[in-house]
């Protein structure tokens, strides 16, 4: 405790307007106002006073950043969100997209066409063809992670063809569809592999879901339930698709905020021209 000399002499000299207290020696040379701005935190002694310590603290509580829906569960699920509400209602219960084109409808409402299912799976064959040459060519590092993943559906569908022209159809060339998104395709993977990424995951993985939907119902209507090779998979696909995920979500990683939202946002034109395409089966 403080001496009452100690205190004494303390009041008399906060009494005197005129006296300007000298620094201690023991106080740091580099301890200038200017600090109070910067630092969370000061605590110190003022000169000659009792060990009573006064604290200066400027607030510094963070907001948390908000999270993006899926982002807790790795990158994946962000763009399975992103492209679940562009679905409609009728293609799924997460879809908020209205009801304005033929394919948009639930494909229990389909009238498909040989002619029209002909078109779609050369305009898709050619897509698969840029993506899987795309990724063998791996103008980008992260590219070569998706070689061989089980996935790829150009050996399938060329299989698919060749059964069709063995049963006497003519196989049509590709259309304005298919070679106006393999173009697209092949301009973005060397400049934008964020954009390139998203197209990849949304291809593969939607032909594993709703398009396996898609091949069973045209399959029951004019193929007489015959299942085309473009809907089988060597392996288990359930593990193939997790494998792929694990690859997607370890590629994000290194991705910034703002990457990760541009890659989100090539989602619409991924739908615009895959959608363009799945129209022809009902030309």
């Known amino acids: 405790m403080a001496s009452?000399?100690?205190?004494s002499q303390s009041h008399t000299l906060l009494k005197k307007p005129n006296f300007t207290p000298s620094i201690p020696h023991n106080l740091s040379s580099s301890f200038t106002p200017r600090d109070f701005l910067f630092s969370k935190t000061q605590s110190f002694k003022l000169?000659?006073?009792?060990?009573?310590?006064?604290?200066v603290s400027a607030s510094t509580t963070e907001?948390?950043?908000?999270?993006?829906?899926?982002?807790?569960?790795g990158f994946v699920e962000e763009m399975r969100f992103v492209a679940m509400k562009l679905h409609t209602k009728e293609q799924a219960k997460e879809g908020e997209k209205e009801v304005?084109?033929?394919?948009e409808h639930s494909v229990r409402?389909?009238?498909?066409?040989?002619?029209?299912?002909?078109?779609?799976?050369?305009d898709s064959k050619?897509?698969?063809?840029?993506?899987e040459s795309i990724i063998d060519k791996a103008a980008f590092p992260i590219y070569a992670e998706f070689r061989n993943t089980g996935l790829e559906r150009s050996e399938k569908l060329a299989k698919d063809l060749r059964w069709f022209e063995e049963q006497g159809y003519a196989i049509p060339k590709p259309s304005s569809p298919g070679i106006t998104y393999a173009e697209y395709l092949k301009e973005i993977s060397d400049k934008d592999?964020?954009?390139?990424?998203c197209h990849f995951y949304n291809t593969?993985?939607?032909h594993s879901a709703g398009g396996r939907m898609i091949g069973k119902k045209v399959a029951q209507q004019i193929l007489n339930n015959r299942e085309l090779e473009f809907y089988k998979w060597d392996g288990d696909l359930s593990q193939l698709l997790q494998n792929v995920r694990v690859k997607l979500n370890k590629v994000a990683e290194s991705w910034t905020r703002d990457e990760k939202n541009h890659c989100l946002e090539e989602t619409e034109k991924s739908f615009k021209h895959s959608g363009e395409i799945l129209r022809l089966i009902l030309s």
């Open 47 to 55: 000169p000659q006073m009792a060990s009573r310590s006064y604290v």
């Open 100 to 103: 304005k084109q033929p394919e």
């Open 63 to 73: 907001t948390p950043r908000k999270r993006y829906p899926g982002e807790a569960k």
């Open 126 to 131: 050619l897509v698969y063809d840029t993506l």
């Open 204 to 206: 593969y993985f939607a």
């Open 193 to 197: 592999p964020q954009a390139f990424i």
């Open 4 to 7: 009452l000399t100690s205190i």
């Open 109 to 122: 409402k389909w009238e498909p066409s040989i002619d029209g299912y002909l078109k779609f799976l050369v």
